[in-house]
């Protein structure tokens, strides 16, 4: 009987073996054939098909992109871990969340449970392989009878995610293939390959600003808590031809050195194998550190998992590449030239490098891995229990022990906001069950407290602390080494949001919670109320409000400002709904005065064909957030005679190098291109041009608004001779360096900008602006100001002594209008909560 069931089940997974179609059988090509690429619909259809017909293999759709599409992962393993994938899970969630699993206990579960392994591909979209590799990936697993394989996948379930951005995937193929044959084949599409944030998606791990990275949220940190997370990308054509880690230093403190030591172990493995293999150009331990929390191979690490990086050297989308050895370049410091050293042992000699390359390159490292971590599963999976379980007990036994987030906050929603990305990221938060004092100061019942006796203790300590980044040199006195990407995160400074760090050994009783702006609003009559800037989520409600016409005044400024509306009898019930949905507190109003009117402002945003000025797409985000409409105005609608700008009152220009808003990509040239390399087509090159220039001069003149954010200002004070001068313009990196910082303004709490805001600020700084004014014949607003001393709050900052008395925000009057110049990010990539109302300020006009 049993020897009948065997043959049964063998005959069985020969049939399904033979009814998934090949790649190539079932597309007409091979894979990664040159000017060959799969769109996103293809590549669903065909990893739908291989789940059908494999018992290797299931399918899961996860939710939808930010544009509509199926966002899918793949399971792959033995077919019998498949069919028993939710008791699987039940095992990975009791190791990922020890709080009462002692180590005995454990042992078990770690014997009978298997190593997760989650594979993510092609988050950014013009790094395309990835997304063609994902289906060889499926079938060959699906099929596979090597032994080695097979072996390892009894151990191992691997979670495949075959685009972590299937907009921007679909955007790719179908530029690519309007463009294969032309002159701008191998361009990259001009335009954001991710509707917001372009390659920035892969900076919001711990934000989750975008749907997509909070479909993965939910993978990595509430369904299925995989021990390992592999995510595959494509750096320039001309250096090694793949890194794996180790990664470059610094390190991040508050990462368990023990995993950091399995990630080194794991990447060297697998060099090492395909070393054996072959493989050539084969780099680690440069550009690629991992102090940075926000990527999606890194944050994990904050989160005791192992998390792999690879880059692969690119072609031209699916055309091929030629290299002369002299063309190839070492990779940062650590690399300095391209030749044999200890990280990089083989050099690849140059030649043709196509699509087919670099998919043999991603795949190998694949395999490599999934043999790694089915051979240590037990010692890799033992770990993430025992970082889990000590982070948990230093919880209770170190510093610190809890952040407290009062509910009395100056700005309510946008701490509940702070709270439920914390949740995303599966930290437990909780409200205290009685009063309690701390430092002698009283707290009470009600109040949010976030114990950091959790396994991701890391995580939270790194997102609510202040960061002291290393003072990095590229030498001894020479100058600051530029980190991989920005030196500071820090959620409560960035949103304005006070938390209180306890040092001290303190129990306070208290029940988890799900944070909602939620508030108990009583029954409103028709009456004068008032309802507070303070709270971010009043510009929701003042946009509800003024989109349906409810008049809505604006009295006081700065701190005290107060939005006052008159409730009438028939809207009371509504707005008491809408009041207490978005937890805004209102207040009535006796005799009312009512104060200038509030008009919404037509809003204008500046959108270049260079896409990677990411400030404008995450401007875009926030506004469709907070429901402010706008239009997207493109080089055309600025350089034409009868331009768009007519139609708008404030025109907004998110942090861009002055020469490439002027001429396009044809500024950013520094040498004549060589004869037939690909090329846009010319109306994607061009910028504003002069006429551009003109007229957004003559706009401002005619009333309009003109506002700059971050490198923008340094085109403006040029292009619109204004009386500004930017000191740090020419200032040498040794002078000044601020990477990502945040540091603190005083502000001029007489502007209208400043409306809900407290009178000092932190600001977010990626740039080398501090403001000068001049003499002038009209009165300029120094709206904000460095102040003199302690200038530097979180982050690295070099040559701090430059900004005190320079000015970060300025209004400067132009003609019949008004230029506003934000010399920092004041919405940087959506997350800097803490400004946002500096800018939504100025979307208003008053009547
Ligand atoms: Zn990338």
Redesign the pocket.
Known sequence: MTRYIATVLVLFSLLTAQSVPSPEKYFGFPIGADRHLLDWEQIVTYLQKVANASPRVAFQQLGTTTQGRPMVMLFISDSANIAQLEHLQRLQQSIAEPFQLDSAAAKPLIRNGKLFFLVTLN??SI?IAASQEAVELAYELATTEDSALTAALKEVVMLLVPSLNPDGQDMVVDWYRKTVGTPAEGTRPPFKYHFYAD?DN?RDWFFFNLKESQLIAQVLYHDWYPEVVYDQ???GSTGARFFLPPYNDPVSPVVAPSLMAHTNALGKYVIARMHDAGFRGLVTNTIFNAYFMGTMSKTPLWQNRIGILS?AASARLASPIYLPHSSLRGMGQELPEYKQQTNFLDPWPGGWWRLRDIIDYEKAATYHMLQYLAENKSVLKRNFYRLNRQAIEKGTTESPYYFIVPQNQWDRSAAITMLQKLRLGNVKIHVATQDFVYNGRQFHAGDFVIPVAQPNRAYIIDLLSRHHYPDLRQFPGGPPRRPYDVTTWTLPLQMGVEVIRVDNPLSIASKPVEPAPLLDIPELTAGWYAFSPRHLNSYRILNYLLHRKVPVHVQGQGPTARFVLRVTARKAAELQDVFSLYGVPLEPVSGATPGAKLQPARIGIYQPYIPWVYDEGWLRLILDEFQFPYHVLRDEDLREKNNRLKTIDVLVFGSQDAKSIVKGYDGLRTQPQPEGEPQLPAKYRKGIGKSGVENIRQFVRNGGTAIFIGEACNFAIDALHLPARNVLKDASRTDFFAPGTLVRVSLDTASPLTNGMPPEANIYINNSLALKLMPYHQEIRETAVYPPYDVRVSGWLVGEQKLPGTVALAEIPYGNGKVILYGFRVHHRGQTYGTFKLLFNAFYRMK
Do not use: C, G, L, P
């Open positions: 988050i950014h790094e390659h892969n990308h494509q750096m880059e």
